[in-house]
């Protein structure tokens, strides 16, 4: 079931984005070559504890980690360790942070050092693609006009959406309807309608869009072990159009 917010959801809602966005923005500055990223995990924590949040994904659905910190082939979901963050790299972080009763969530990825051309172009167009979704949460449209308007932004440019994983719904749960794929035909699914607060996420593969699940039972690989991308805001539908909560 679709969760309309009312004003004050909305407001509340403002402040655990905010949250997440300032901590997404401040982590990503702070990432350099040697840093582990058990140290990004500890990084983010830190400033999500200190303003009176929490670290929504640690124990969600028994993940271990802070927030989750996908390096290179690593879609989604990379749970915080010992490895060291190398030039070259792309890391990608997801954040989520519970206050005041809702939720917030964002991700980017961050080049460290990358001069590799199609990885920056990888980078650059997932983050175009996360903007052609938003442009399409507007109230009248379908769910499936993101996902379209997503996957034209990645497959014009030479690369795959990832399909198992997907968009979805967030408000007091951190994973509510609607579920948004990063694929589909337009004019397909739910009505959008003011009120609704969605966390759209394009997940995007250089290479080909299958993905496995690693044996620690939660990082996410691209099958080819070529780099994927993952860039996310969550986004509130009004009359006026879309509001980027995530900044």
Known sequence: MVVIKTKDDLA??????????????????????????REIGTHAADLIRR???????????????TICVSVNDEVVHGIPGPRRVEIGDIVSLDIGVLIDGFYGDTATTVMVGVTDPDWIRLVRVTQMALQAG???AVCGNRVSDISHAVQSMVEKAGFTVVRDFVGHGIGRELHED???????KPGKGGLLRSGMTLA???????????????????TVRTRDRKPSAHFEHTVAISSAGPEILTV
Not at 178 to 184: E, H, K, M, R, T
Not at 201 to 218: H, I, Q, R
């Open 134 to 136: 938003v442009e399409k």
């Open 200 to 218: 759209i996420e394009p997940m995007v593969n250089m290479g080909k869009a299958a993905v496995k699940v690693m044996e620690d039972g939660w």
């Open 12 to 37: 509340r809602m403002r402040v655990s984005n905010r949250l997440a966005a300032r901590v997404r923005d401040e982590v990503a500055s702070w990432i350099r070559p040697g840093v582990t990223t």
């Open 51 to 65: 303003a009176g949040g929490e670290c929504a994904f640690l124990g969600y659905r028994g993940f271990p980690g």
């Open 178 to 184: 609607p579920q948004i794929p990063n694929y589909g």
